[in-house]
């Protein structure tokens, strides 16, 4: 895949003009447009814990002071399709706009539960390839990475997926995803398959290439605290985990070291609800969360990559060494299969289940 350096020189360049006195302070990004005094107020779910903090301080109290528009947030269930579409149709809207996944950004477009926020996706400078459409904005990237123990392996840990299904080289405790989502990915990529041949997965391959590595998993993972607390305690030597849950763990002080080598990266970002009341509201706010200033500053609070590529012009380069859309990281990530994961996830979930219990 190309590096930063390509996708940037994809997207048009304009200058960002901030606006002066408290404006300024807030970003700059369409303060020409949202930067007045205006009444309302919009509800955002998110998923809360430090994402939502990290938000709060980012997004939702800049908005506030930019355009006079109050962000009430609440925190919503990991998986919110039941609750987007009793909202919808009851037309008894508790949320104005969450967050979402490409994939599951897809499949509730399939669904007509996302609300066309009318953007203009190449009007909108910096942006990487993908993190934007006409009614949704990406406001950060995470990455399914391969971590490993630095105290069992010292600087010669596992460097790709083949290593780390080759346990005769690199013996040690593994542990893997309890979803189909990045695992087998990994599985394919283990196995030799090019990135650029990944998708439509081959499933039979990629089960075959579980097969082989199943035997050796002392633990299958099914949410991110786990993850981290597994590479804190020094349960597993290995892991495939989420960048900024492997960060977490280097943070707290753990021997941990992250490989960035095909990585799948994803995207989350903002939609508006289906019939929202207060969709123009909305609108303005995602268009408020593509600001580069914004995005730095959320970036300094969680260790997910920017959207917007100009945001590393006010990151610093120890800061950006550990997030996936720095230039270096960003270059070795594969994109995970958003179409393809909007279509798959049932049945192949369902398979990936049956595997487990064989």
């Not at 430090?50 to 908005?63: L, S, V």
């Not at 399939?110 to 996706?121: M, Y």
């Not at 590479?231 to 989420?242: F, N, P, R």
């Not at 969709?279 to 500053?297: G, K, S």
Request: net charge positive; aromatic share 10%; charged share 20%.
């Amino acid at each position: 895949m190309g590096n930063v350096k390509t996708a940037v020189k994809k997207i048009s360049r304009r200058h960002f003009v901030l606006a002066a006195g408290s404006l300024a302070a807030a970003g700059g990004l369409g303060l020409s447009r949202i930067g007045y005094a205006a009444e309302g107020r919009i509800t955002v779910a998110d998923p809360g814990g430090a994402w939502g903090a990290a938000a709060r301080k980012a997004f939702y109290d800049p908005f506030e002071k930019a355009s006079g528009i109050r962000v009430a947030s609440v925190a919503r269930e990991a998986d919110p399709l039941a609750q987007i579409k009793a909202q919808i149709q009851t037309k008894s809207y508790l949320w104005d706009v969450t967050i979402a996944t490409p994939y599951a950004r897809i499949l509730l477009d399939k669904l007509d539960l996302i609300e066309p926020a009318g953007l203009a996706p190449a009007s909108f400078d910096g942006m990487i390839p993908g993190s934007i459409t006409d009614s949704w904005v990406g406001v950060d990237v995470y990455a399914a990475i391969l971590a490993y123990n630095t105290k069992t392996f010292g600087d010669k840990g596992p460097q790709s997926w083949a290593d780390f299904w080759n346990v005769e080289a690199f013996p040690g405790r593994r542990s893997l995803r309890k979803s189909p989502v990045d695992t087998l990915e990994a599985a394919l990529l283990a196995d030799g398959v090019s990135p650029k041949d990944l998708y439509p997965l081959d499933l039979d391959r990629a089960f075959k290439s579980l097969d082989k590595i199943k035997p050796h998993i002392t633990a299958w993972w099914g949410g991110g605290a786990q993850s981290t607390q597994m590479l804190q305690s020094g349960e597993v030597d290995m892991i495939l985990l989420w960048n900024g849950r492997a960060q977490a763990a280097v943070d707290g002080g753990a021997p941990v070291k992250v490989v960035w080598n095909q990585g799948l990266y994803g995207i989350e970002g903002f939609f508006i609800l289906k019939g929202s009341p207060r969709a123009e509201l909305a609108r303005r706010f995602l268009e408020f969360c593509t600001d580069p200033l914004r995005q730095a500053q959320y970036v300094q609070e969680v260790s997910y990559g920017p959207t917007n590529l100009h945001a590393f012009k006010s990151v610093s380069a120890e800061r950006a060494a550990i997030l996936p859309t720095s230039e270096k990281n960003f270059a070795k990530l594969i994109a995970s299969g958003d179409d393809y994961w909007a279509e798959q996830i049932g049945p192949v979930t369902q398979r990936f289940n049956s595997w487990l219990l064989k």
